[in-house]
């Protein structure tokens, strides 16, 4: 144990409270404690599906066992089926998400920045932020047919009204010192945005984008289950319609994983490019 660690244990001792490993307020439990809990966090799931799934009384057309779903996975992969879904699943997402990303980082920068722009966009985005995006699929099949183009633009609709009011607060409560300094020492309003503002938030631009992206997935299974020739959407519609409840584990297996691996790849991306903002 640290010499910091124990300071911190005696600072508790004197204030009344007894130290402890498992529950610390505000502060990092050891590194194999945390593996520990984290381990247990997918095995003991994984154990009760396997008790269920292997009781006698449970049908499997209703709950597969972890060996059906890993059958299942083996099978949508040599048929061809699991890497072209993933891939047309995952293209439809990048773009959306891109291209919301495009508007809402200028944009909310500005709404954070200047009160007008944000009296301007606040109440309409703030009106649409609370309709359902799956509520838009018949204007856009409407407007923008049955390809690609409705996806993306669920996606963009679905996201990029989030991204701009958490860039937008992200913005807000950068300390109002960092900008009077800036002005003190002669910096002009341009410079402020770039080299005050824009750097002050990019920690909390990742962030925004990894708990949106969620979003984007969330959105264009929905879309795949309207109208799509493929996608891991599609592929879930086309197993229920055959009762393939394997499949559909299997499906869901998936999108869970590529969203852990996006969860872990913009908490890197964070770690190396903002170093400044991890303790």
């Known amino acids: 144990m640290s010499s910091k660690t124990n300071r911190r244990l005696s600072k508790k001792k004197i204030s009344g409270v007894e130290p402890t490993v498992f529950w610390r307020i505000a502060e990092d439990i050891p590194t194999k404690l945390a593996w520990f809990l984290m381990s247990l966090s997918v095995i003991i799931p994984l154990i009760i599906w396997f008790l269920l799934a292997n009781n006698a009384q449970i049908d499997s057309v209703f709950l597969p066992s972890p060996n059906d779903v ?14 072209k ?4 699943s995952f293209t439809r997402v ?11 980082i200028p944009l909310g920068i500005m709404m954070g920045s200047f009160a007008s722009i944000r009296s301007l966009f606040e109440p309409i985005i703030g009106i ?7 509520a ?3 204007l856009l099949i409407i407007y923008l047919g049955i390809d690609e183009a409705p996806k993306i633009a669920l996606i963009f609709i679905g996201t990029v009204f989030f991204n701009v009011l958490m860039i937008m607060d992200a913005v807000k409560f950068i300390p109002k010192d960092l900008i009077e300094t800036t002005y003190t020492l002669g910096g002009s309003r341009w410079q402020i945005l770039t080299q005050v503002i824009m750097p002050y938030i990019v920690p909390s631009i990742l962030d925004t984008f990894r708990i949106n992206i969620a979003t984007s997935w969330n959105l264009v299974v929905v879309a795949e289950l ?4 493929e996608g891991l959407g599609k592929r879930i519609l086309l197993a229920q319609k055959f009762l393939k409840t394997d499949e559909i584990f299997a499906c869901l ?5 590529i969203g852990f691996m996006l969860d872990l790849f913009f908490r890197l991306l964070l770690r190396l490019s903002c170093k400044w903002a991890i303790d």
């Open 94 to 104: 990048t773009i959306g998400f891109f291209l919301s990303t495009l508007v809402a």
């Open 226 to 229: 309207l109208a799509a020739s």
């Open 253 to 257: 297996i998936v999108l869970g994983l």
């Open 128 to 134: 649409l932020r609370y309709m359902p995006a799956p």
């Open 70 to 83: 890993r059958e299942a996975l083996l099978r949508l992969r040599e048929k061809g089926f699991l890497f």
């Open 136 to 138: 838009f699929i018949p």
């Open 85 to 88: 879904d993933i891939g047309a």
